[in-house]
């Protein structure tokens, strides 16, 4: 069985018009925070600023600790349930497991 756990997008930059901005502010900026991608602002064709998601506060955050998955936050979306997908884990951890007794007995792994 295999279950599709996430999904991977590759974000281009998007750019908008100036004008198509002004009608589509509110669109837009819940699209920035959504997906926590900038959108470029265009004038004429030109890029001349950009709408992008406001950096975490460094006061919300633990003294002397830092989010390393910022970077990742909104790139990737879960397709399937919790449940589902703590499932996966364990299918991906059982295989992996398997795997280095193989390797470690050179033969088929030991059931018991």
């Keep these: 069985m295999v279950t599709e ?4 997008s590759v974000h ?4 908008v018009s100036i004008v198509e901005a002004r009608r589509d502010l509110g669109r837009l900026a819940e699209e920035v925070r959504r997906t ?3 959108v ?5 064709g030109r890029a001349v ?7 975490v506060a460094e006061a919300a955050a633990a003294p002397g600790r830092r989010d390393g998955f910022a ?3 909104g790139t990737l979306r879960m397709t399937c ?10 299918e991906l951890r059982d295989e992996f ?6 390797r470690a007995g050179g033969g088929e792994p030991k059931r018991g």
């Design 5 to 8: 756990v996430y999904r991977c």
């Design 12 to 15: 281009m930059k998007k750019s």
């Design 36 to 38: 926590g991608q900038p």
């Design 40 to 44: 470029v602002l265009t004038k004429r």
């Design 49 to 55: 600023a950009r709408i992008a998601p406001e950096p």
């Design 71 to 73: 970077a990742l936050r």
């Design 81 to 90: 349930s919790f449940d589902a997908l703590v499932q996966a884990v364990h």
């Design 97 to 102: 497991t398997q795997s280095l007794e193989r």
